[in-house]
Structures are given as C-alpha cells and as structure tokens.
C-alpha cells in the first residue's frame, strides 16, 4: 500500500483476492471518506468473493468488526446479499460492490478492485486494483 501501482505475478490460490480486499478495507480505515469499490464479471460473482474474503479477514482480526457502522449487531457486520456487499465505516469510508456496466455509471470512487479480467478473447488476465 506505500506504492500507486504494483504489480504481482501469482499462481493460483496464492490470495490475491484476499489481499487486495484486506488492502481496500485497510484503505478505509485509514482514510476517513475514502470510497471504494469491487467489480467482478457479475454482481453474484463480487458478491460472494467479497463476503467470503470479508468474513475470513473478521476471522483473521476480529478487532477490524468495530470499524464497521451496526458492529454490535451481527457476528460479521456488514450488509452482505445474494448481489451486494456494503461495509460503512464508523470514519465514512465506504466499500462496496458494483457492476460494471454503463448503468452503473455516476457513482464516484477513490479506487477499487476489478477480480477476473479477461481481454477480448475471454483468456484471463487477472485482478486489478485501481489506486
């Protein structure tokens, strides 16, 4: 997180997307106001890695649940659905999930997470983190 831009060459299950999820939460605690998102090739799909990696980091580090806005209410805080995924942060930080479409336009970011690129002839190219 020192530097705008790094790039990583990794094998699979190496945690990228745990990493760059901890690094966008991270983001938010230490930024007060910073907005952040993640974007994967549906809603569904961002929807259920974030959870998954949001829930193994609570599990990692409990004490990061008290950033969270509604904490004392739920065993992993949070507003997790079938295709959502929305974190407030007690300093108005925001992480969540949106779609990467034309409509989802008008909703300004500091940076965010796009997980599973693919170029135009659908090989994979990887996980993105935007500054």
Not at 37 to 64: M, V
Not at 86 to 108: E, H, W, Y
Request: charged share 25%; proline share 4%; glycine share 8%.
């Amino acid at each position: 997180m020192r530097f705008k831009d790094v790039y990583v060459t990794a094998p699979r299950a190496f945690s990228k997307s745990f990493l760059t999820i901890l690094a966008l939460f991270l983001q938010c605690v230490f930024i007060p106001g910073r907005k952040v998102f993640i974007c994967a090739n549906t809603k569904q799909q961002a929807a259920q890695i974030s959870r998954e990696k949001i829930i193994e980091i609570y599990d990692h580090w409990p004490l990061l649940k008290k950033e969270i806005v509604g904490n004392e209410l739920k065993e992993y805080p949070g507003n997790f659905g079938k295709d959502y995924t929305t974190l407030k942060f007690k300093n108005g930080s925001q992480l969540d999930v949106v779609l990467a479409s034309d409509a989802a336009r008008g909703g300004r970011r500091h940076g965010g997470l796009i997980d599973e690129v693919r170029d135009g002839d659908g090989e994979m190219i990887n996980t993105v983190v935007l500054p």
